[in-house]
């Protein structure tokens, strides 16, 4: 399912326009892994290399989704999280693990967590609904929640729209020895994520060796 959307992007966005990039990052948002960001840069490139969207709006449209998805993910987590982790987490790959790694990164750096969480994939699905869980004060969610989405829509929305339009003129070694660079530097980045992310596991688990708990 989630490959099919993912290969049938281009002709979501023909269709629905702005609509389908605030649902889909509106959904990942919520913490159901579909490729809302994906669907973010595939719409930034869409309507630069188109010009049938317009990048502001779309930027408009990811930054309302996160924001609105985000804090239906904190009232889920407010009020049920621990139950639904333990009942359905698995389906959704939040596992016992992921969640010590959320109460972990909470105790620690909250409003990090939430507003950098925007931009490392595993922390962008379930930030918010973590924040809920560890009863986060929504109002200081909900800032550094905006601040994150509106930011993480902007850069990865004009980034996306300016190698849309780029890629309208890529021609000749110098142009693609520019390209080449850029994946790497884009494969460089998502390994140094990864990385990171593994320490931080291995951290939040010899941290803390107890079961999960809800909050007090």
Same mark, same amino acid.
């Given at each position: 399912?989630?490959?099919?959307?993912?290969?049938?992007?281009?002709?979501?966005? !023909? /269709?629905?326009?702005?609509?389908?990039?605030?649902?889909?990052?509106?959904?990942?948002?919520?913490?159901?892994?579909?490729?809302?960001?994906?669907?973010?840069?595939?719409?930034?490139?869409?309507?630069? /290399?188109?010009?049938?969207?317009?990048?502001?709006?779309?930027?408009?449209?990811?930054?309302?989704?996160?924001?609105?998805?985000?804090?239906?993910?904190?009232? *889920?987590?407010?009020?049920?999280?621990?139950?639904?982790?333990?009942?359905?987490?698995?389906?959704?790959?939040?596992?016992? #693990?992921?969640?010590?790694?959320?109460?972990?990164?909470? #105790?620690?750096?909250?409003?990090?967590?939430?507003?950098?969480?925007?931009?490392?994939?595993?922390?962008?699905?379930?930030?918010?609904?973590?924040?809920?869980?560890?009863?986060?004060?929504?109002?200081?969610?909900?800032?550094?929640?905006?601040?994150?989405? *509106?930011?993480?829509?902007?850069?990865?929305?004009? !980034?996306?729209?300016?190698?849309?339009?780029?890629?309208?003129?890529?021609?000749?070694?110098?142009?693609?020895?520019?390209?080449?660079?850029?994946?790497?530097?884009?494969?460089?980045?998502?390994?140094?994520?990864?990385?990171?992310?593994?320490?931080?596991?291995?951290?939040? #688990?010899?941290?803390? /060796?107890?079961?999960?708990?809800?909050?007090?």
């Amino acid at each position: 399912m989630l490959n099919f959307l993912a290969r049938n992007l281009d002709s979501l966005l !023909a /269709t629905y326009g702005y609509l389908a990039v605030f649902v889909f990052v509106g959904v990942e948002s919520i913490g159901i892994p579909v490729p809302g960001e994906t669907m973010l840069v595939t719409a930034a490139i869409y309507a630069g /290399t188109t010009g049938r969207l317009s990048i502001f709006w779309v930027i408009v449209a990811s930054a309302a989704g996160a924001i609105v998805g985000d804090n239906i993910g904190y009232l *889920i987590g407010r009020t049920g999280g621990y139950r639904l982790v333990k009942r359905y987490g698995r389906y959704i790959r939040l596992e016992e #693990d992921r969640l010590r790694l959320g109460q972990y990164l909470f #105790d620690k750096h909250g409003s990090k967590v939430v507003f950098f969480g925007r931009f490392i994939s595993v922390l962008r699905i379930f930030a918010a609904f973590l924040a809920g869980v560890n009863h986060m004060h929504w109002r200081r969610f909900l800032f550094f929640n905006a601040a994150g989405g *509106i930011i993480w829509s902007t850069l990865y929305g004009v !980034a996306a729209y300016l190698l849309g339009q780029q890629l309208l003129r890529l021609s000749g070694p110098i142009d693609l020895a520019l390209a080449i660079i850029g994946i790497v530097v884009i494969v460089a980045a998502i390994v140094f994520l990864r990385r990171n992310e593994a320490r931080l596991q291995r951290e939040a #688990d010899a941290a803390m /060796t107890r079961p999960i708990a809800p909050p007090s």
